[in-house]
């Protein structure tokens, strides 16, 4: 079955700072990876997904990801922080038609 | 509408009561999704709904819980003699096959057992 794990359940970072969330998956098969953001009390939003076209994907607000095979990774990057990306972070696999999310990291933004 | 919508937003409920829990899909998708978000963790997938059918139905944890979706849109979570434990974010998704393609969430609906 397919898995991830995040490293990680809380990131602190500085306004202006590298992001860099961490996602391990494990996957039988040629895996589909997603990024998920929860801001408080609101659903789920894309960031963005990978879908075996080009292992370095961009997705919206600046965040990008690279899929590395050999390391079973696909981490979330951001150049420079800003305060409004204060949000919880969710990695997912593709499982045929479902989705299996990790545990999930917060990250705080200080200024 | 634009989006997923889930109602009620919150749900307060005396242990052992019936609830129903309401998602309106985006318009023309046929794959719909159920999940649940306990605190702390990331969302569990419950059931996945291909048109009017269930097609995987193995994330249910229990007989307690049933879903429908009757006309292939709008679809209800009913859960029954709820227990302290079933309190958590449930979360309903859309997507336009269903088929490693993205889902849309809706905001979800906070059940809480008292």
């Known amino acids: 079955a397919q898995s991830v794990t995040q490293l990680g359940s809380h990131v602190s970072v500085s306004e202006g700072a590298l992001v860099l969330l961490r996602c391990n998956y494990s996957s039988s098969v040629p895996p589909y990876l997603f990024w998920y953001v929860q801001y408080p009390n609101q659903g789920l939003q894309l960031l963005l997904k990978?879908?075996?076209?080009?292992?370095l994907v961009k997705g919206i607000n600046g965040f990008e990801a690279e899929f590395k095979k050999s390391e079973t990774s696909f981490h979330l990057t951001k150049p420079s922080a800003h305060m409004s990306d204060a949000a919880e972070y969710f990695c997912?696999?593709?499982?045929?038609?479902?989705?299996?999310f990790g545990a999930g990291t917060i990250l705080r933004v200080k200024s | 509408g634009a989006g997923v919508s889930q109602t009620p937003s919150n749900k307060v409920t005396e242990k052992g009561k019936y609830v129903e829990l309401r998602c309106d899909p985006i318009?023309?998708?046929?794959?719909l999704y159920w999940y649940r978000q306990s605190l702390g963790q990331g969302p569990e997938f419950l059931i996945y709904?291909?048109?009017?059918?269930?097609?995987?139905d193995s994330g249910l944890p229990n007989d307690r819980f049933f879903a429908v979706r009757p006309e292939g849109s709008v679809s209800t979570l009913k859960i029954q003699r709820t227990e302290r434990g079933d309190s958590a974010v449930y979360l309903c998704?859309?997507?336009?096959?269903?088929?490693?393609?993205?889902?849309?969430f809706g905001q979800g609906t906070r059940l809480t057992v008292v």
């Open positions: 998704a859309s997507s336009p096959t269903g088929a490693n393609t993205e889902a849309f």
């Open positions: 318009s023309g998708h046929t794959a």
């Open positions: 709904f291909q048109g009017t059918g269930a097609a995987d």
């Open positions: 990978y879908t075996s076209a080009a292992t």
């Open positions: 997912a696999v593709s499982d045929a038609h479902k989705l299996v």
